[in-house]
């Protein structure tokens, strides 16, 4: 929670400035730079994924995991530099050929330039946290979390500064990168732990760490296609200034629904520690872990929706707001939907279970593609993120279908319905039902907004909570976290 206040008052800084400083436009350009570095980021995510899920079991075994973290490094610096020298020669040329503003193939290579030090660094900085998550050490984890934000919004906002225009904001964002990798390398480092010095265990820590990444590649490679499919299409169908504003509104969208994912990560080192268990003896923690994600997902993003039209007019302006706040409300549609899987994935993920995931995420990415592209040629630019929420219920249901029948089948359909259905259907009514009051309020200032996020917050924690109470499984999931709260608060006292 920590990190997240941190790094939403980061977007907040940042994002008006650098619009006000540079335009949507040239945000626009330096947003499609990111979104087509977007599927490397599979290097850093992968294998931080797989250092969390092997240093995770190996710490629970009693094994010290020294080789596993030397080891996630070192393949994450070589996949990052062979990446980095493929994207610089052909990235350039893919940004031509998706841009439809007529941005020269030189200005293009100058803006890949400006991003590379940034993305290679990040890539690090993701193994990284996952080597901190997989220790379970989850106050260290928040300080590596608040060091990106923080060093962004200096280097961000200096750069542009200094250059207000696309190639200035590329480059604070990378120095920014650059400057946490620097930080979390000493936060990160264990002085008490042996240094690993046999080839021997090295090569192993990295053949254990390749198995594991193998299909989870497929995984994220996919489901990264699927998630920026948007800005792709947008790129060849509308102007970079819409692009800007499409940028701007997934701002906010992320920031809320990477709350919910970071608050859910630690949930996958827990499945890693227990994957040896009895899969009964899993269940019932699945199912009320899967309850509270689906839940804390509706009181995080439902209250954007219902908000969406004078947040983005107050904080980014009229101009982004005439288009962005439909697109926020989309993408968040989107976004809470795909929460319903949330635990699901990092359950299979702690098991080492990666190729269903492989398999699901493919499909998602498919009918992601599909579907938004039959959406934005029908209805236009403005429904940009209507294919990633269709795709995402169809991905519900697959997962809901898995668990049922593969990973749980002695789970009935009533707990599993009521621990990911009945929260986000619960959350959503209350959107439909709360957007046409606030359209018409008449918000126009800071604080009549904050009255009105303090009445819709508790709404949809109230609507969620009773809609829930309705069944004995809910029940029993709201006694259980409640007192999970209680006990880890008298705990901190």
């Excluded at 997240?4 to 008052?9: C, D, H, M, P, S």
């Excluded at 621990?419 to 359209?439: D, M, Q």
Aim: proline share 4%; charged share 10%; net charge positive.
């Amino acid at each position: 929670m920590a990190a997240f206040i941190v790094a939403i008052a980061a977007q907040f800084l940042v994002v008006p400035v650098v619009i006000s400083d540079i335009g949507l436009t040239a945000f626009g350009h330096a947003g499609l730079v990111l979104a087509v570095w977007a599927p490397l980021a599979l290097i850093g995510t992968v294998i931080g994924q797989a250092a969390t899920r092997e240093i995770s079991a190996a710490l629970a075994a009693g094994r010290v995991a020294g080789a596993l973290q030397s080891s996630a490094l070192a393949l994450c610096a070589t996949g990052g530099v062979v990446a980095a020298l493929v994207f610089v020669a052909v990235g350039p040329s893919v940004l031509a050929w998706l841009d439809s503003s007529g941005v020269s193939k030189a200005d293009w290579s100058t803006l890949v330039l400006a991003s590379v030090p940034g993305w290679f660094c990040q890539q690090l900085v993701v193994v990284m946290q996952g080597v901190a998550s997989a220790r379970q050490d989850f106050r260290l984890v928040a300080k590596m979390r608040i060091a990106p934000a923080v060093s962004s919004v200096i280097c961000t906002l200096g750069a542009v500064y200094l250059r207000p225009d696309a190639v200035g904001y590329l480059s604070g964002v990378s120095a920014g990168f650059v400057l946490t990798s620097i930080v979390s390398g000493f936060m990160v480092r264990d002085p008490g732990a042996p240094a690993p010095s046999a080839r021997g265990s090295l090569a192993d820590a990295a053949r254990s760490l390749l198995g594991f990444s193998r299909w989870q590649s497929v995984y994220q490679a996919t489901g990264t296609i699927g998630n920026q499919v948007d800005r792709y299409l947008l790129a060849s169908l509308a102007s970079p200034a819409v692009i800007g504003q499409f940028n701007a509104a997934n701002r906010l969208q992320e920031a809320a629904y990477m709350l919910v994912m970071k608050a859910a990560e630690v949930l996958f080192p827990r499945f890693g520690a227990r994957s040896l268990e009895k899969p009964q003896e899993r269940l019932r923690f699945f199912l009320i872990a899967s309850w509270a994600v689906t839940s804390l997902s509706g009181v995080v993003l439902a209250p954007l929706i219902i908000l969406a039209e004078p947040l983005m007019r107050l904080w980014a302006g009229a101009e982004t707001a005439a288009g962005g706040a439909v697109l926020l409300q989309v993408l968040t549609v989107g976004g809470l939907i795909g929460c319903g899987t949330t635990v699901f994935t990092y359950y299979m993920m702690g098991m080492g279970e990666t190729r269903p995931l492989a398999a699901i995420s493919a499909l998602y990415s498919v009918l992601t593609v599909i579907f938004s592209a039959l959406a934005m040629l029908a209805l236009g630019p403005m429904v940009a993120g209507a294919g990633l929420a269709l795709a995402s219920v169809v991905r519900v249901m697959v997962s809901m279908i898995w668990t049922r029948f593969r990973t749980f089948p002695t789970s009935s359909w009533s707990d599993l319905l009521n621990c990911t259905v009945v929260p986000l259907a619960a959350s959503l009514a209350v959107c439909v039902l709360s957007a046409g009051h606030i359209a018409g309020s008449g918000i126009d200032s800071w604080w009549e907004l904050a009255v009105a996020g303090v009445i819709v917050v508790p709404s949809v924690a109230v609507s969620v909570l009773a809609a829930s109470a309705l069944s004995g499984f809910g029940r029993s999931a709201v006694s259980a976290v409640m007192g999970g709260l209680v006990v880890s608060m008298r705990g901190r006292v």
